[in-house]
């Protein structure tokens, strides 16, 4: 069974902005942690944004503060990130991820569940 599902990816020019979205199974939705990640040419992936479920508590890498947004939607057990001012530095392939505790929620190895990915390039 898929638990995550992303979607949304694409290619867009260096200022524009694009929305992803995830659908995830009841039972990864009810993750106390949610987040974004994402990765290049090298081994790891690195975090871009993080959504706790207690009081929608929000984490961002420096690198995208201002300009990316993570948000949730219980009604249809979805997380998206809203990304604006997108610089080419930006592209990547983006995983959605949950965990089911928020302890450390932040890093790839306490992931419970991953996503298949989304490209997004961002051209100069």
């Known amino acids: 069974q898929v638990q995550l599902a992303e979607s949304g990816g694409g290619s867009v020019q260096a200022g524009g902005s694009l929305r992803l979205s995830c659908v995830a199974s009841?039972?990864?939705?009810?993750?106390?942690?949610m987040s974004w990640f994402r990765q290049t040419l090298g081994p790891e992936r690195e975090q871009v944004a993080t959504?706790?479920?207690?009081?929608?508590?929000?984490y961002y890498a420096d690198s995208v503060k201002g300009r990316f947004t993570i948000s949730k939607d219980n009604t249809k057990h979805s997380l998206y990130l809203d990304m604006s001012s997108l610089k080419p530095e930006d592209t990547a392939v983006y995983y959605c991820?949950?965990?089911?505790?928020?302890?450390?929620?932040?890093?790839?190895?306490?992931?419970?569940?991953w996503g298949q990915g989304t490209q997004v390039t961002v051209s100069s």
């Open positions: 959504i706790l479920s207690a009081g929608q508590i929000t």
């Open positions: 991820a949950a965990a089911r505790s928020a302890y450390g929620c932040r890093v790839p190895r306490r992931q419970d569940y």
């Open positions: 009841e039972h990864a939705y009810r993750s106390d942690c």
